[in-house]
């Protein structure tokens, strides 16, 4: 099988070397392409798959071509309206994410309807030589409807796919702006050109258009519109290209455009010349039978036939007489030549045409192979041109663009990037006086003044940073400060109305507690009968006992449970259980008379359920008054109202309160040591004094060690002062920075871990209850030492 082209091999031949070299330079940069700008790579292998598919189907005289072109070409076309169609959604920018969704879903199912239906019918047309594409395919024709649509099938898909696509792009048209708009109007000219294509195929199919004018308009006409989609894609500012590759892209068009009209040019100059050479031959017959030479000498004739008569007057094949029976039905043809199969193989296709020599109907017939051989050789030199121009094109590029476009450009660009990274010396050299000269003696232009300009303004910029830093200093303290003054304020008025809430249900509870001991409990031992008397002396007599040992232990509770069992106890194992919750692990031999009776087992039973519920009355009791303690201490911390009124305040208490409220939340390894004399008054203001105790204990136990911490709190008065030290044994404040501890914003501690308000404020407050705070400290003990004047009575 060796290949012969003909006229139409050339046109898809480069189109295919075109759309594979666009295809592999993408490819090898996908990496820096967009996604949207990805998509046109799909196109671009179609495209090429497509053109390979139609070089195959021309390029070859055999049965399988019938093939490629119903599997390989049609599938190839439908998947580039696809990828077509989803690269123009996403062009730009998806406008419409459900439509796109929905329409990728109905068009893919179309396509493989199409090309399944159309392969289907594929197997139901017979392959036959087709004169008008000079190759095999399947019949283009048939009278059965069914058939006739799984031919079209193929353009009518691609038809609706590009409809829908073109509908989108003109919705999105209206929707964009500037060069977007533009650039979508590039697209959407190169949709209507596909489009064209698509119908102009389905008239073809349908016989209203003539094939070959066809086919030169389909090659020229797809390298245009996909030129179009890869320069107006090139042109998106988010597009990563070169200047030299959009010229490379420009010229390969070009050089393809200018030989495929040299190329038609050519072909229809050498079509009308063969015709000529076959309109002598046929002359030079028709003069030699009618001067009456039965065997008349040929040049490029394989057979004369007379048809009246069927015989052959020339027969330079194994044609038979039987076989001339086989072209009685065709259509005559006398003006001119056409291609007529005598059998089905390519030994069997001849230009045929028909005239009268005496009265007779002759035909003559030459063979198609040596046409297609003379085609064959000029398709090649062709294709040896084109292939030529591209290499001489890729030679020339570097004399022709790099030295005079793309390093002039790339300099300057050099230039740009070095002055964005802050090089203003930067200069770039003038080596010509065209534009991209002048755009390069304009930038040394401005890179000098914006030099100069730059210099001006860094001067003015230091002057006004300094007064700007300081200015921003005093905001940011002034700010601090109220952002804390109003935290404080806020968290005084949740903590009082918290305070407050609590506050009502604890005294109720209290008042409880108390009405349950009035009522039930008598303190009177009078009114007790002997036996209750008996049983409450067994009680007392192990209230404050020690328990045994564990491992005695739940030996002598089964020894009560059986004492009990044997009295005739009604619930010997929970009267156990709760005897030894207090400490009654046995009964001794004077009380065991006690339970001889049932009503010496009821008095016990009933004093001990009094036990029981004066000793769960204490625990209420107890929690009670922890929790009152704490909202002592909350009330303090809460907002008291104006400051213009003081009261006379108990620092005992106020000491207390904190010391209790904050008591857990404190480290465990910390002995707190708190020692007080007397209970010293003073006039001033509880929640300001609470805050004080509050930050230099915290202070305390934050600075002790991990093991073995001691804080000691001692509480005095002189005759006219009471004072409070706090020591701790922690490493100690170091002698630098111990004369700025009370400065407002100092501090030691991490980013985030404190505000450096805290000993300010303890200071400010002592001050305004007219006392004074000093701090000694050195590693392993630091003292602070709080002086404040005594109420006057």
Same mark, same amino acid.
Request: aromatic content about 12%; some cysteine.
């Given at each position: 099988?060796?290949?012969?082209?003909?006229?139409?091999?050339?046109?898809?031949?480069?189109?295919?070397?075109?759309?594979?070299?666009?295809?592999?330079?993408?490819?090898?940069?996908?990496?820096?392409?967009?996604?949207?700008?990805?998509?046109?790579?799909?196109?671009?292998?179609?495209?090429?798959?497509?053109?390979?598919?139609?070089?195959?189907?021309?390029?070859?005289?055999?049965?399988?071509?019938?093939?490629?072109?119903?599997?390989?070409?049609?599938?190839?076309?439908?998947?580039?309206?696809?990828?077509?169609?989803?690269?123009?959604?996403?062009?730009?920018?998806?406008?419409?994410? #459900?439509?796109?969704?929905?329409?990728?879903?109905?068009?893919?199912?179309?396509?493989?309807?199409?090309?399944?239906?159309?392969?289907?019918?594929?197997?139901?047309?017979?392959?036959?030589?087709?004169?008008?594409?000079?190759?095999?395919?399947?019949?283009?024709?048939?009278?059965?409807?069914?058939?006739?649509?799984?031919?079209?099938?193929?353009?009518?898909?691609?038809?609706?796919?590009?409809?829908?696509?073109?509908?989108?792009?003109?919705?999105?048209?209206?929707?964009?702006?500037?060069?977007?708009?533009?650039?979508?109007?590039?697209?959407?000219?190169?949709?209507?050109?596909? %489009?064209?294509?698509?119908?102009?195929?389905?008239?073809?199919?349908?016989?209203?258009?003539?094939?070959?004018?066809?086919?030169?308009?389909?090659?020229?006409?797809?390298?245009?519109?996909?030129?179009?989609?890869?320069?107006?894609?090139?042109?998106?500012?988010?597009?990563?290209?070169?200047?030299?590759?959009?010229?490379?892209?420009?010229?390969?068009?070009?050089?393809?455009?200018?030989?495929?009209?040299?190329?038609?040019?050519?072909?229809? #100059?050498? #079509?009308?010349?063969?015709?000529?050479?076959?309109?002598?031959?046929?002359?030079?017959?028709?003069?030699?039978?009618?001067?009456?030479?039965?065997?008349?000498?040929?040049?490029?004739?394989?057979?004369?036939?007379?048809?009246?008569?069927?015989?052959?007057?020339?027969?330079?094949?194994?044609?038979?007489?039987?076989?001339?029976?086989?072209?009685?039905?065709?259509?005559?043809?006398?003006?001119?030549?056409?291609?007529?199969?005598?059998?089905?193989?390519?030994?069997?296709?001849?230009?045929?045409?028909?005239? $009268?020599?005496?009265?007779?109907?002759?035909?003559?017939?030459?063979?198609?192979?040596?046409?297609?051989?003379?085609?064959?050789?000029?398709?090649?030199?062709?294709?040896?041109?084109? %292939?030529?121009?591209?290499?001489?094109?890729?030679?020339?590029?570097?004399?022709?663009?790099?030295?005079?476009?793309?390093?002039?450009?790339?300099?300057?660009?050099?230039?740009?990037?070095?002055?964005?990274?802050?090089?203003?010396?930067?200069?770039?050299?003038?080596?010509?006086?065209?534009?991209?000269?002048?755009?390069?003696?304009?930038?040394?232009?401005?890179?000098?003044?914006?030099?100069?300009? #730059?210099?001006?303004?860094?001067?003015?910029?230091?002057?006004?940073?300094?007064?700007?830093?300081?200015?921003?200093?005093?905001?940011?303290?002034?700010?601090?400060?109220?952002?804390?003054?109003?935290?404080?304020?806020?968290?005084?008025?949740?903590?009082?109305?918290?305070?407050?809430?609590?506050?009502?249900?604890?005294?109720?509870?209290?008042?409880?507690?108390?009405?349950?001991?009035?009522?039930?409990?008598?303190?009177?031992?009078?009114?007790?009968?002997?036996?209750?008397?008996?049983?409450?002396?067994?009680?007392?007599? $192990?209230?404050?006992?020690?328990?045994?040992?564990?491992?005695?232990?739940?030996?002598?509770?089964?020894?009560?449970?059986?004492? $009990?069992?044997?009295?005739?106890?009604?619930?010997?194992?929970?009267?156990?259980?709760?005897?030894?919750?207090?400490?009654?692990?046995?009964?001794?031999?004077?009380?065991?008379?006690? $339970?001889?009776?049932?009503?010496?087992?009821?008095?016990?039973?009933?004093?001990?359920?009094?036990?029981?519920?004066?000793?769960?009355?204490?625990?209420?009791?107890?929690?009670?008054?922890?929790?009152?303690?704490?909202?002592?201490?909350?009330?303090?911390?809460?907002?008291?109202?104006?400051?213009?009124?003081?009261?006379?305040?108990?620092?005992?208490?106020?000491?207390?309160?904190?010391?209790?409220?904050?008591?857990?939340?404190?480290?465990?390894?910390?002995?707190?040591?708190?020692?007080?004399?007397?209970?010293?008054?003073?006039?001033?203001?509880?929640?300001?004094?609470?805050?004080?105790?509050?930050?230099?204990?915290?202070?305390?136990?934050?600075?002790?060690?991990?093991?073995?911490?001691?804080?000691?709190?001692?509480?005095?008065?002189?005759?006219?002062?009471?004072?409070?030290?706090?020591?701790?044994?922690?490493?100690?404040?170091?002698?630098?920075?111990?004369?700025?501890?009370?400065?407002?914003?100092?501090?030691?501690?991490?980013?985030?871990?404190?505000?450096?308000?805290?000993?300010?404020?303890?200071?400010?407050?002592?001050?305004?209850?007219?006392?004074?705070?000093?701090?000694?400290?050195?590693?392993?003990?630091?003292?602070?030492?709080?002086?404040?004047?005594?109420?006057?009575?």
């Amino acid at each position: 099988m060796v290949p012969t082209l003909n006229l139409y091999s050339f046109f898809y031949f480069g189109l295919s070397l075109v759309s594979g070299i666009a295809y592999f330079y993408f490819r090898s940069r996908k990496g820096e392409l967009t996604p949207s700008f990805r998509g046109l790579l799909i196109p671009l292998l179609s495209l090429f798959y497509w053109s390979v598919a139609w070089s195959i189907c021309n390029s070859f005289l055999h049965h399988f071509t019938a093939y490629v072109f119903v599997f390989l070409k049609n599938p190839a076309i439908l998947i580039l309206g696809l990828s077509t169609s989803d690269l123009a959604f996403r062009f730009q920018k998806d406008l419409f994410p #459900r439509w796109h969704h929905w329409s990728s879903k109905v068009q893919t199912t179309l396509a493989i309807v199409a090309v399944i239906y159309n392969g289907l019918g594929f197997f139901f047309r017979d392959i036959q030589f087709d004169p008008k594409m000079e190759f095999y395919v399947p019949i283009q024709t048939s009278e059965n409807t069914i058939i006739q649509l799984s031919i079209l099938s193929i353009a009518i898909a691609l038809c609706l796919i590009l409809v829908n696509t073109l509908l989108a792009l003109a919705i999105k048209y209206t929707k964009l702006e500037g060069s977007k708009k533009r650039a979508t109007g590039g697209f959407i000219f190169a949709i209507i050109g596909i %489009l064209c294509l698509a119908f102009a195929d389905i008239l073809v199919d349908l016989n209203f258009v003539s094939k070959p004018t066809y086919l030169f308009v389909l090659t020229n006409l797809t390298i245009i519109i996909m030129t179009i989609l890869v320069l107006v894609s090139l042109n998106q500012e988010t597009v990563p290209s070169t200047v030299g590759f959009k010229i490379m892209t420009f010229n390969l068009t070009i050089l393809y455009l200018i030989l495929s009209i040299v190329a038609n040019f050519l072909f229809n #100059r050498f #079509r009308i010349d063969i015709q000529n050479e076959m309109s002598r031959e046929k002359h030079n017959v028709k003069t030699q039978l009618e001067l009456g030479n039965i065997y008349p000498f040929v040049y490029l004739s394989d057979l004369v036939i007379d048809m009246q008569g069927k015989k052959f007057r020339i027969n330079k094949t194994e044609f038979t007489n039987n076989q001339i029976k086989s072209i009685d039905s065709r259509i005559p043809s006398y003006e001119s030549f056409k291609l007529d199969t005598f059998t089905n193989e390519p030994k069997g296709i001849y230009w045929t045409s028909d005239f $009268f020599a005496k009265n007779h109907h002759f035909l003559i017939a030459i063979p198609y192979l040596e046409y297609r051989e003379k085609v064959h050789q000029t398709v090649v030199w062709l294709i040896i041109t084109l %292939l030529f121009s591209i290499f001489t094109i890729f030679m020339l590029y570097p004399v022709l663009h790099k030295t005079s476009i793309v390093f002039p450009l790339t300099r300057l660009l050099s230039g740009i990037r070095r002055m964005q990274a802050g090089d203003l010396f930067v200069s770039v050299e003038v080596s010509s006086k065209d534009e991209i000269g002048e755009l390069s003696k304009s930038f040394n232009e401005m890179i000098t003044i914006v030099r100069e300009a #730059r210099f001006q303004l860094e001067q003015k910029i230091e002057e006004r940073t300094v007064s700007l830093n300081n200015t921003i200093i005093e905001l940011r303290d002034t700010q601090e400060q109220l952002l804390h003054a109003e935290r404080m304020s806020t968290l005084g008025k949740i903590a009082a109305s918290v305070a407050h809430e609590i506050n009502n249900p604890l005294a109720a509870i209290k008042g409880s507690i108390q009405f349950i001991k009035d009522g039930q409990f008598s303190e009177d031992k009078v009114t007790l009968t002997e036996l209750e008397n008996k049983a409450d002396e067994l009680i007392e007599s $192990f209230k404050n006992g020690k328990r045994s040992e564990v491992t005695s232990r739940f030996k002598r509770k089964r020894e009560l449970t059986s004492f $009990f069992r044997s009295k005739q106890v009604s619930d010997p194992i929970s009267l156990a259980d709760t005897c030894f919750d207090f400490h009654i692990e046995t009964i001794p031999t004077p009380y065991q008379s006690l $339970f001889d009776t049932k009503e010496g087992i009821d008095a016990f039973q009933k004093q001990l359920n009094e036990h029981v519920i004066r000793f769960h009355l204490g625990i209420i009791e107890t929690a009670v008054e922890r929790a009152s303690k704490i909202v002592f201490a909350l009330k303090h911390h809460s907002y008291s109202g104006p400051k213009d009124s003081q009261k006379l305040i108990s620092l005992r208490e106020g000491i207390e309160s904190v010391l209790s409220m904050y008591s857990k939340s404190w480290k465990p390894h910390v002995e707190l040591d708190w020692m007080f004399e007397g209970d010293p008054q003073v006039f001033g203001h509880a929640d300001e004094l609470i805050q004080v105790w509050t930050n230099l204990i915290y202070n305390s136990f934050q600075a002790c060690p991990s093991e073995r911490g001691r804080i000691g709190i001692t509480l005095t008065e002189s005759e006219t002062e009471a004072i409070i030290t706090i020591e701790d044994n922690g490493k100690g404040i170091p002698e630098e920075i111990l004369p700025r501890i009370f400065e407002p914003f100092f501090t030691t501690k991490e980013l985030g871990m404190g505000t450096g308000l805290g000993l300010s404020i303890v200071q400010k407050i002592i001050e305004n209850h007219q006392g004074s705070i000093l701090v000694q400290s050195q590693p392993g003990k630091t003292v602070f030492t709080i002086s404040l004047p005594l109420a006057k009575p």
